[in-house]
């Protein structure tokens, strides 16, 4: 069985809830139905046969996170902010995460460069000491800037050890090619806009094996989050996207910038990390008004120095140059670390 719990109004709807997840009419058959397992204070547990779905990210998606529930007229509030998922379910991420705070950095302007400029620009955030550099989600395999053309520029400007983790989001029929054909080019990760493209493309990619890492960007995922009375708690979110195969997971920051409270990016890096059976934990990014002027701070508001990554996106650019500001942020990342273990 996999159990969800919602947030739910009128409290009565927790069973028609049950019935629009899984048979939709009360004498549908009982090897299908979900059930109510628990109802207390606004909140209804709901049990359902993992057979419904079984590994198949999409129905998952269509029943618990997105489903016809969020057009019934009967709810005034449904909100999913809790799952307990059977170990083995979904495959997790491909790699461990590591027991540090990385510092990653993205390639701006987002659109209009060539493979060389991105290039070049990327050699600045690896001088600078960044971890990772990653693509803009906007880019993606432009006639000015194509996916292959600009992998094999920045490749061949990266020192080892720093990943380059390219977009390849685009037409699904091709998307295990485009990124079989990065990872051939050298690149040490891939980025897929994982609710754009849509969740099943991490099970895919991580499946696929291809031997880097994956990083899921966010975008789409304020749509199901944002909204406090219908939709999905940001952790759930989190969660699914790591144990879908994602080994970086975005998951806001505390800066004010983007919509989660500090209790919510607190909430989705315990998502990240959280032991779920045999899946590892991931990479919890925090990303969104990031810069070497906060970045110290936004460490020390997650709470842990493990596991995590601070990403420098425009406030790389915003005086000086990207090499000074991701060096500035490795440094002060690098010495809290140091002072907090001493």
Same mark, same amino acid.
Not at 231 to 250: K, M
């Given at each position: 069985?996999?159990?969800?719990?919602?947030?739910?109004?009128?409290?009565?709807?927790?069973?028609?809830?049950?019935?629009?997840?899984?048979?939709?009419? =009360? /004498?549908?058959?009982?090897?299908? %139905?979900? !059930?109510?397992? &628990?109802? @207390?204070?606004?909140?209804?547990? +709901?049990?359902? *046969?993992?057979?419904?779905?079984?590994?198949?990210?999409?129905?998952?998606?269509?029943?618990?996170?997105?489903?016809?529930? =969020? /057009?019934?007229?009967?709810?005034? %509030?449904? !909100?999913?902010? &809790?799952? @307990?998922?059977?170990?083995?379910? +979904?495959?997790? *991420?491909?790699?461990?995460?590591?027991?540090?705070?990385?510092?990653?950095?993205?390639?701006?302007?987002?659109?209009?460069?060539?493979?060389?400029?991105?290039?070049?620009?990327?050699?600045?955030?690896?001088?600078?000491?960044?971890?990772?550099?990653?693509?803009?989600?906007?880019?993606?395999?432009?006639?000015?800037?194509?996916?292959?053309?600009?992998?094999?520029?920045?490749?061949?400007?990266?020192?080892?050890?720093?990943?380059?983790?390219?977009?390849?989001?685009?037409?699904?029929?091709?998307?295990?090619?485009?990124?079989?054909?990065?990872?051939?080019?050298?690149?040490?990760?891939?980025?897929?806009?994982?609710?754009?493209?849509?969740?099943?493309?991490?099970?895919?990619?991580?499946?696929?094996?291809?031997?880097?890492?994956?990083?899921?960007?966010?975008?789409?995922?304020?749509?199901?989050?944002?909204?406090?009375?219908?939709?999905?708690?940001?952790?759930?979110?989190?969660?699914?996207?790591?144990?879908?195969?994602?080994?970086?997971?975005?998951?806001?920051?505390?800066?004010?910038?983007?919509?989660?409270?500090?209790?919510?990016?607190?909430?989705?890096?315990?998502?990240?990390?959280?032991?779920?059976?045999?899946?590892?934990?991931?990479?919890?990014?925090?990303?969104?008004?990031?810069?070497?002027?906060?970045?110290?701070?936004?460490?020390?508001?997650?709470?842990?120095?493990?596991?995590?990554?601070?990403?420098?996106?425009?406030?790389?650019?915003?005086?000086?140059?990207?090499?000074?500001?991701?060096?500035?942020?490795?440094?002060?990342?690098?010495?809290?670390?140091?002072?907090?273990?001493?």
């Amino acid at each position: 069985m996999l159990r969800a719990i919602y947030e739910i109004d009128p409290p009565e709807a927790a069973e028609t809830l049950a019935l629009i997840e899984s048979v939709g009419r =009360a /004498d549908g058959p009982d090897n299908a %139905r979900a !059930r109510v397992v &628990g109802q @207390e204070d606004g909140r209804a547990v +709901l049990e359902f *046969p993992v057979t419904n779905f079984g590994g198949d990210v999409t129905l998952l998606v269509s029943s618990l996170l997105a489903g016809e529930w =969020a /057009d019934a007229a009967k709810f005034r %509030r449904c !909100r999913l902010i &809790g799952m @307990e998922w059977p170990d083995g379910l +979904l495959p997790g *991420p491909g790699f461990d995460a590591p027991d540090k705070v990385l510092v990653g950095a993205i390639v701006k302007p987002s659109l209009g460069l060539l493979p060389a400029e991105v290039a070049a620009t990327a050699g600045q955030l690896a001088s600078g000491g960044a971890d990772l550099i990653k693509d803009d989600e906007l880019l993606g395999d432009p006639p000015w800037c194509p996916l292959t053309e600009r992998v094999s520029a920045v490749r061949a400007v990266l020192p080892d050890g720093v990943r380059y983790a390219p977009n390849v989001t685009g037409p699904v029929d091709s998307l295990l090619e485009r990124a079989a054909q990065v990872v051939a080019l050298g690149a040490g990760a891939v980025m897929v806009n994982a609710f754009a493209q849509g969740l099943d493309s991490l099970r895919a990619l991580r499946e696929a094996e291809l031997g880097v890492p994956i990083f899921a960007h966010r975008v789409g995922a304020a749509l199901w989050a944002r909204n406090r009375t219908i939709g999905v708690a940001p952790d759930v979110i989190a969660e699914l996207t790591r144990l879908c195969g994602a080994d970086f997971v975005q998951v806001g920051s505390f800066t004010g910038t983007v919509y989660d409270t500090p209790e919510e990016v607190r909430a989705q890096i315990v998502a990240c990390h959280r032991v779920n059976g045999t899946a590892r934990r991931c990479v919890a990014v925090l990303g969104g008004g990031v810069g070497p002027d906060n970045a110290v701070e936004q460490v020390a508001a997650a709470g842990t120095r493990s596991g995590v990554m601070v990403l420098l996106g425009s406030a790389a650019y915003s005086a000086g140059s990207p090499e000074a500001a991701v060096a500035s942020a490795v440094a002060g990342v690098r010495e809290n670390s140091a002072a907090a273990s001493a």
